[in-house]
């Protein structure tokens, strides 16, 4: 089955900006040659673009779900042709879209099973955040916990089901982000416990059997620093490249991922984002192969 390219080249709602601008730096580098060369069919890419005359400024929230209904479009039209869906973010807000744009195709019913692969929970709200960092509450937006304006500015029609959501790779959480988190059906799994594959594993089989449709997000920095050594937000003790690819093989073997999403790349800091670009190109290289086999590509 073809993978349609979605690109969405901001960060938060600024253009081309640091993370904005890594899905063009790995166009730009040959991704779409490379995915092609271990036998996976493109369908084509598109971008996501904020319009103008919806930017309001001073209301970046706001800009973000717009945004997002932008994704939600260029990801409903690629799933309706029977496409599966990579979606190139900047930075982890851009989440919103892929989402609505799953529903779109999927319905409310809560079929839809989230994997999200960071090194952290990004599970705050404006109440439990210690820094009103937006890009740490995409998730808590995502299950309806915050954020009412962002999710219908994106068409995102109903929240996503905490007992549908997976976090796997974490190893930084703010105290009371990590009270909300466990106080929710949402299963969380360490960096460790991913290495070692079980727990992931039953989660996974659990979740296959619960939803018809599974997207996963994968934010950079749950790699080892020394693999994308430009990340905004580092944590040490990550996961190596291999045993990323792995994780993700493991839930693509399912054969219900209909997106994967990856965001966290800033492709600038010289030789530290050259290595980072490098990086993501084979984690891709690695790992999308399995979606292709799956999905009887």
């Given at each position: 089955m073809p993978i349609q390219v979605v690109t969405v080249p901001y960060r938060y709602d600024e253009r081309g900006e640091g993370l904005g601008a890594g899905p063009s730096a790995l166009l730009e580098k040959g991704l779409i040659e490379r995915l092609q060369s271990v036998g996976l069919a493109i369908a084509g890419t598109s971008e996501s673009e904020l319009a103008s005359q919806e930017r309001v400024p001073g209301r970046r929230a706001l800009n973000i779900g717009r945004l997002g209904a932008a994704t939600a479009r260029l990801v409903a039209g690629a799933v309706a042709e029977e496409n599966r869906v990579l979606v190139l973010c900047g930075d982890d807000t851009a989440s919103i879209g892929v989402l609505a744009g799953l529903q779109a195709m999927h319905?409310?019913?809560?079929?839809?099973?989230?994997?999200?692969?960071?090194?952290?929970?990004?599970?705050?709200?404006?109440?439990?955040?210690?820094?009103?960092?937006?890009?740490?509450?995409?998730?808590?937006?995502?299950?309806?916990?915050?954020?009412?304006?962002?999710?219908?500015?994106?068409?995102?029609?109903?929240?996503?089901?905490?007992?549908?959501?997976?976090?796997?790779?974490?190893?930084?959480?703010?105290?009371?982000?990590?009270k909300l988190l466990r106080s929710t059906d949402t299963h969380v799994i360490s960096t460790k416990e991913v290495c070692e594959g079980e727990s992931l594993r039953q989660a996974v089989d659990r979740l296959e059997g619960a939803t018809d449709c599974l997207w996963i997000h994968v934010d950079l920095d749950v790699l080892d620093p020394r693999h994308v050594p430009s990340a905004s937000t580092p944590a040490e003790d990550g996961l190596e490249i291999d045993e990323l690819a792995q994780a993700m093989r493991l839930i693509l073997e399912t054969g219900k991922v209909w997106a994967v999403s990856v965001a966290g790349l800033n492709p600038g800091a010289g030789t530290r984002g050259e290595r980072s670009v490098k990086t993501t190109l084979t984690l891709l290289e690695r790992a999308l192969p399995a979606w292709g086999e799956a999905a009887g590509a």
């Amino acid at each position: 089955m073809p993978i349609q390219v979605v690109t969405v080249p901001y960060r938060y709602d600024e253009r081309g900006e640091g993370l904005g601008a890594g899905p063009s730096a790995l166009l730009e580098k040959g991704l779409i040659e490379r995915l092609q060369s271990v036998g996976l069919a493109i369908a084509g890419t598109s971008e996501s673009e904020l319009a103008s005359q919806e930017r309001v400024p001073g209301r970046r929230a706001l800009n973000i779900g717009r945004l997002g209904a932008a994704t939600a479009r260029l990801v409903a039209g690629a799933v309706a042709e029977e496409n599966r869906v990579l979606v190139l973010c900047g930075d982890d807000t851009a989440s919103i879209g892929v989402l609505a744009g799953l529903q779109a195709m999927h319905g409310t019913g809560g079929t839809i099973g989230l994997i999200w692969l960071d090194a952290h929970g990004d599970f705050n709200t404006p109440e439990t955040s210690y820094s009103g960092i937006l890009a740490g509450m995409p998730v808590a937006i995502l299950a309806g916990l915050a954020g009412p304006r962002w999710r219908a500015e994106a068409g995102l029609t109903a929240p996503l089901a905490t007992d549908r959501i997976i976090i796997a790779g974490v190893r930084e959480l703010d105290e009371k982000e990590e009270k909300l988190l466990r106080s929710t059906d949402t299963h969380v799994i360490s960096t460790k416990e991913v290495c070692e594959g079980e727990s992931l594993r039953q989660a996974v089989d659990r979740l296959e059997g619960a939803t018809d449709c599974l997207w996963i997000h994968v934010d950079l920095d749950v790699l080892d620093p020394r693999h994308v050594p430009s990340a905004s937000t580092p944590a040490e003790d990550g996961l190596e490249i291999d045993e990323l690819a792995q994780a993700m093989r493991l839930i693509l073997e399912t054969g219900k991922v209909w997106a994967v999403s990856v965001a966290g790349l800033n492709p600038g800091a010289g030789t530290r984002g050259e290595r980072s670009v490098k990086t993501t190109l084979t984690l891709l290289e690695r790992a999308l192969p399995a979606w292709g086999e799956a999905a009887g590509a």
